[in-house]
Nanobody, 119 residues
Framework: QVQLVESGGGLVQPGGSLRLSCAAS????????MGWYRQAPGKQRELVAA???????NYADSVKGRFTISRDNAKNTVYLQMNTLKPEDTGVYYC?????????????WGQGTQVTVSS
């Protein structure tokens, strides 16, 4: 069982930056694919960025060139550096962990951290 705790959200002006962190407890962090999702009011949760155990990353088109996902396996932590923030980046950001064993995918979610981009 893995537990995920996000931190780093807050209120920032358009054009500003924030760095989110997600600390994971439990086993086998290094083999997990870690992701950041966000959910804006009235909208569905969407993938923002993900990073595999080998370090391969993928991003939503809306954040490419502005956000960077990274991981530190020694600290069991994944980060999301968000630059040039826009009001449309506002939402609750959730950390997700996926571990695949055979045909079974084990998924876990953090409690979320609020990001508000507003002047």
């Amino acid at each position: 069982q893995v537990q995920l705790v996000e931190s780093g959200g807050g209120l920032v002006q358009p054009g500003g930056s924030l760095r989110l962190s997600c600390a994971a407890s439990g086993d086998a962090f290094s083999i997990r694919t870690m992701g950041w999702y966000r959910q804006a009011p009235g909208k569905q949760r969407e993938l923002v960025a993900a990073i595999t155990s080998s370090g391969t990353t993928n991003y939503a088109d809306s954040v490419k060139g502005r956000f960077t996902i990274s991981r530190d396996n020694a600290k069991n932590t994944v980060y999301l550096q968000m630059n040039t923030l826009k009001p449309e980046d506002t939402g609750v950001y959730y950390c997700n962990s996926k571990k695949v064993i055979g045909a079974i995918t084990y998924s876990a979610w953090g409690q979320g951290t609020q990001v508000t981009v507003s002047s």
